[in-house]
T-cell receptor, first 114, second 111 residues
Framework: KAGVTQTPRYLIKTRGQQVTLSCSPI?????VSWYQQTPGQGLQFLFE???????NKGNFPGRFSGRQFSNSRSEMNVSTLELGDSALYLC?????????????FGEGSRLTVL | GEDVEQSLFLSVREGDSSVINCTYT??????LYWYKQEPGAGLQLLTY?????DMKQDQRLTVLLNKKDKHLSLRIADTQTGDSAIYFC???????????FGGGTRLMVKP
């Protein structure tokens, strides 16, 4: 059974550009949540999608957005990139939202903003 | 509010037991997770415990939960060099999948 797949694994952008990251959850999983990992702030929750609906949102500016498709694949977008957006972006896949359950993470997309 | 705390660093000798500690503050949290992160990799789920449980054991891993003190621990028996990594605890409320993570404990295993 394939795990959580994130693409691209590495990317370099310049300030002011925008970026789109993709996450394909484990087959049968309908929840995808996104996290940002930086040395200074650690792991912080961005948002969660379940059945194409955003269920929860973390404390990030509106430049960070996401969506989920009918096949449960999710994308997140960051517009007008800033140097501080350099981070490892992780997505987590789960069968359901809430209740008992395991959340499995992908390998992440490492974004460098120059 | 939610706050999860972990000590930064732990060093043990190969073959010894490791105990990684975590405290949390959100009284509404019902699920507590342990993840392992190796350099350059994502998060590997090790185990999770429901807040009405006191203990959970899975092979070399034992999780202990003290609900009164909001203290969670992960014990790794017979620690190996391959266990060297950063370990994160996280809490999650019953509704939704929003995890709140601690800052991570770096475990170093000396041969």
């Amino acid at each position: 059974k394939a795990g959580v797949t994130q693409t691209p694994r590495y990317l370099i952008k310049t300030r002011g550009q925008q970026v789109t990251l993709s996450c394909s959850p484990i087959s049968g999983h309908r929840s995808v949540s996104w996290y940002q990992q930086t040395p200074g702030q650690g792991l912080q929750f961005l948002f969660e999608y379940f059945s194409e609906t955003q269920r929860n949102k973390g404390n990030f500016p509106g430049r960070f957005s996401g969506r989920q498709f009918s096949n449960s694949r999710s994308e997140m977008n960051v517009s007008t990139l800033e140097l501080g957006d350099s981070a490892l972006y992780l997505c987590a896949s789960s069968q359901r939202t809430g209740g008992p359950g395991e959340l499995f993470f992908g390998e992440g997309s490492r974004l460098t903003v120059l | 509010g939610e706050d999860v705390e972990q000590s930064l660093f732990l060093s043990v000798r190969e073959g010894d037991s490791s105990v990684i500690n975590c405290t949390y503050t959100d009284s509404s949290s019902t699920y507590l997770y342990w993840y392992k992160q190796e350099p350059g990799a994502g998060l590997q789920l090790l185990t999770y415990i429901f807040s009405n449980m006191d203990m959970k054991q899975d092979q070399r891993l034992t999780v202990l939960l003290n609900k009164k003190d909001k203290h969670l621990s992960l014990r790794i028996a017979d620690t190996q060099t391959g266990d060297s990594a950063i370990y994160f605890c996280a809490e999650r409320p019953n509704a939704g999948n929003m995890l709140t993570f601690g800052g991570g404990t770096r475990l170093m295993v000396k041969p």
